[in-house]
């Protein structure tokens, strides 16, 4: 790998060592032994350079991981631990609330999380707009909205750091209530708007939704969870990619979404409260 690549993959890893220790900077800089500084500048990302060789070998021992982790050159943690294959397949039958896509979120602690949704992101949906959605796709309405809350929990954590990507038409056929949502009411579509813009403000800026023209762009749904792995979605399935270098294209290919984006996460909600503001009530 690039050098610059090896360096980001350290830092967000040493980032998401620093989460699950609990400690503050100093704490664990002094369990590393270093000064608050230094690991203040390793973290900024402001050097490709890494740490000398015993600074590496220490944080490997201190905290249980293989150096070859930590350097991003494997994507298992443990010293022992069996090679993972570079691909897998995990079936997501029940919606949202799958166990693995959970752990796959907790082991991205301290890690910056890219998600690109199949529709309206399924932590901003309301019960109602669940409920419609499940009816359609006989999925478990429950299992759905209980993974949307846990993932508002955990946007709603310090160490959070997620960025979601969508074509702004998406939103735009929502309202006209075109597509899969035509027998959705107005009134419905109004408050999931409203919903939907009250959230984008509150967990701004640990959660930013950029939107893209997606008539120049286009990107099926998938989630990179850190440098750890990405989930591809194919229906009732998830494709998931562990090696270095495809995760490293995907990552590429969602900064170019969020390149061409026609509003930014500072402007989402308001152009989400305004394009709630054109649907005419049903009553």
């Avoid at 979605?233 to 995760?247: K, R």
């Avoid at 979404?257 to 503001?277: C, E, G, M, P, Q």
Wanted: hydrophobic content about 40%; charged content about 25%.
């Amino acid at each position: 790998m690039d050098k610059r690549d090896v360096s980001a993959l350290f830092r967000e890893r040493l980032r998401s060592l620093l989460a699950r220790s609990g400690m503050n900077q100093s704490t664990f800089a002094g369990t590393l032994g270093i000064d608050r500084s230094a690991l203040s500048q390793i973290l900024s990302g402001a050097t490709t350079r890494l740490p000398r060789a015993e600074t590496l070998m220490t944080i490997a021992h201190e905290h249980g991981v293989s150096l070859d982790w930590l350097l991003g050159l494997s994507q298992d943690e443990s010293v022992t631990g069996e090679i993972r294959d570079m691909m897998e397949i995990e079936e997501g039958v029940s919606g949202y609330g799958e166990s693995f896509m959970a752990r796959w979120y907790a082991d991205a602690a301290g890690m910056k999380v890219r998600y690109v949704p199949a529709g309206i992101p399924d932590l901003l949906r309301t019960q109602e707009l669940v409920d419609y959605e499940a009816g359609l796709t006989h999925r478990d309405a429950e299992a759905q909205a209980s993974g949307a809350r846990d993932k508002i929990d955990y946007n709603r954590r310090p160490e959070t750091d997620m960025e979601a990507c969508m074509p702004l038409h998406t939103l735009e056929i929502f309202a006209r209530g075109m597509g899969i949502w035509s027998g959705f009411p107005p009134t419905s579509r109004r408050r999931q708007l409203l919903h939907m813009a009250a959230l984008l403000e509150e967990l701004y800026p640990a959660f930013r939704l950029f939107l893209y023209d997606g008539r120049q762009r286009y990107s099926v749904p998938y989630t990179i969870f850190g440098s750890l792995r990405a989930a591809i979605y194919v229906g009732d399935m998830y494709l998931v990619l562990n090696a270095p270098s495809p995760i490293n294209l995907l990552t590429r290919h969602f900064d170019n979404l969020i390149r061409a984006a026609r509003v930014h996460a500072h402007d989402s909600a308001s152009f989400t409260r305004n394009l709630a503001s054109t649907i005419i009530d049903d009553t």
